[in-house]
């Protein structure tokens, strides 16, 4: 096989990997990140996060989609985005896009009450 032969190849090969989703050359990072809702913006379709990690704290905004799908994590049911409410617990699924932090999935924790008499 010759080089230019060999080159040839391997753009192919990375345009093909690149189509079908295989590579992202727009360097979308994802991640998973468990917090707490501060603030709920349902104009702008965004809420703020404090993200709990480790020992750091930080907070983060983040989008919500058409795409973006939300469940109790408790009993699987699927919720929509009036259901979110400021103090709740939630893992957060999202993606780096176009410079904003987008919610691909949300899971909300159930609150854990406090008994009757106890601390």
């Known amino acids: 096989m010759t080089r230019r032969t060999a ?7 990375l345009l093909s990997a690149a189509s ?5 050359f727009k ?4 991640g998973e990140h468990p917090g707490e809702i501060l ?4 104009n702008a379709k965004t809420f703020t996060v404090r993200i709990v990690k480790l ?3 930080d907070t983060h905004v983040y989008a919500f989609t058409d795409k973006t799908t939300i469940k ?13 409410s400021v103090g709740d617990k939630v893992i957060i699924t999202g993606r780096h896009k ?8 949300i899971v ?9 008499g106890k601390s």
């Open 108 to 116: 909300v924790k159930p609150e854990k009450k406090k008994e009757k």
């Open 39 to 42: 603030a709920i913006d349902t």
């Open 72 to 84: 109790d994590k408790e009993t699987g049911k699927a919720l929509t985005f009036a259901d979110l």
């Open 7 to 13: 080159i040839g190849s391997l753009l192919i090969l």
């Open 55 to 57: 020992e750091e704290k």
């Open 98 to 105: 176009d410079g904003k932090r987008v919610a691909i999935e």
């Open 27 to 30: 360097g979308d990072e994802k």
């Open 20 to 24: 079908a989703g295989a590579i992202d």
